[in-house]
């Protein structure tokens, strides 16, 4: 079992940044990826970033490219994810995943825990 919890969300800017954080619980964290997702009022969830086990990174370059970072630290059973110059199109639940492999994907399916989410408004 593992239980993810994140924080770090609020209301922003725009052009404002946040850190997301997501602590996990388990054993064997650093053998596994992990992904960010979010999802909009009225859109279906759709995939952020993901770093496997060894730390790549994969980004939904479309909407996030050059402006959102995931990384992890595996010391502390975190995931972040850094937002830069956020937009009001980025406003969302955002949710972190953990996946049962060492590689990254972009599906919901590839994720086997989720956390309950952390709010993510980016207003003037």
């Known amino acids: 079992q593992v239980r993810l919890v994140e924080s770090g969300g609020g209301l922003v800017q725009p052009g404002g940044s946040l850190r997301l954080s997501c602590a996990a619980s388990g054993r064997f964290f650093s053998s596994y990826a992990m992904g960010w997702f979010r999802q909009a009022p009225g859109k279906e969830r759709e995939f952020v970033a993901a770093i496997s086990a060894s730390g790549r990174t994969t980004y939904d370059e479309e909407s996030v490219k050059d402006r959102f970072t995931i990384s992890r630290d595996n010391a502390k059973i975190t995931v972040y994810l850094q937002m830069n110059s956020l937009k009001p199109e980025d406003t969302a639940v955002y949710y972190c995943?953990?996946?049962?492999?060492?590689?990254?994907?972009?599906?919901?399916?590839?994720?086997?825990?989720w956390g309950q989410g952390t709010q993510v408004t980016v207003s003037s």
């Open positions: 995943a953990f996946s049962p492999s060492r590689n990254s994907g972009r599906f919901s399916y590839e994720y086997d825990y």
